[in-house]
């Protein structure tokens, strides 16, 4: 994961598309991540995967505020099937990455992965559905979105 | 806490005010709870506490939902002192007792303690303001509440 | 449900087995179990199927904590499908379910639900593998666990 | 703070120390550190805080996970006195700050601070106690942690 650099200082992040369709985001492990095992608690990965699609909107251009302020559609998470593959522990600087997998009518399809280096960690497909953000019904997918993908 | 009773199969809970105006609930600890160190986070705690207030509530006949729906109030954490003595672990069977200490035009005190058994873990002073529900600016408590207490 | 008691105070709670294999627990949903988008975040879910796999392993008899310190084996999250229907709210109480699937030498699979009343909000198929305490290497079943079931 | 630089991309981030002492540490809000208040949850800034102290100490050069292997010493958050002031929104680009008040034999303090801009959001008093990382029994700071004071 050259695309992502990590100072010693544990500051300096950047985020980059990789060639060309995987976009990667660094994720550091703090104490609150962690569990009772040692480890990073396993739902806590899927908050990791979470932040690294909020991160890959924003990088497209996406404001999920704006889109629900204006267009009242959010997202919601409907579907993964998720592979813990291995420990992540407390300091480790980890990265995450997404890869647009499909988009449907209302549904945006993902491939995601979190990574120590080289080792993959644990991955996912993740599949995302537009809602009204009133009654969390299903919607089209907004507009502001699938123009930018 | 004889007023609690939580049996061998983990499941039958109880709660009840203690005399006079102490109000105890069950918690459970999960490895949800825990971190790297082996014991409950610490921040968790406070997520304990407001679990108690909110079972106090209730237990008076408040329904908060209701409340916030209604008369656009919602409670809002805006002061705590805490004091973290012992350390609860994973399985750990707790109690969270709850202590109305005051209360203001717009805000409750609380004297709060997480026990295991006999034995106190942690102790906090916190402060509740009833705030909008819309804008987070200051109201008077609602009256469904003054009432109640 | 009605093998899942939860009376008006919010507070006795009964967790039983259904007939033949389905283990239900109550779950209540407080603040700290919401997101910004009203609902119950959705990784929040799996920290509720676990605390109902460890109930039903206290219920079988198993003592997580004891088998750590003494086998030197856990249980560790390797594999989960999992489907969110519908979204659950603050103060709803669910219900999460947990049926045995399967047992391998290694592994347990688990069909778990989280319901309010008799609605499916989540589903999923998950599979827990035993571990080594120490290096969370693979490790047979503990043999305390394949005697209870 | 203009010590903290965080880039249109979302990414970029430098963490520095201001004159003279107050190190500042940026976060920002992801849907799992909201409530369906609509705000970040009052507990989870004192996770944003225990992040920041984390980054305060790698900063200064010292690596919590080797002194807890070699010295087998651990930090415990022992006392906190916290005002929230402002709640904290999804999206929200946050910077928090640690500014060591005080050091015992066997505690640090900390003022910290949580900001929006230059808009304080939280400010908070912090005492941490170095402990036994086995029993977590009170211990003398580690000679490592007060060599780089």
Known sequence: MTSVSDDSRGGARRATFRDPPRFAWPVRVYWEDTDGGGVVYHSQYLAFMERARSEWLRALGADQSAIRDG?????????MNVRWRRAARYDDALTVTVELAGTGGATLGFRQAVLRGEEVLVEADVRVAAVDADGLRPRRLPRAIVELL
Request: charged share 35%; hydrophobic share 55%; no cysteine.
């Open 71 to 79: 267009e009242r559609v959010q997202f919601a998470v409907v579907e």
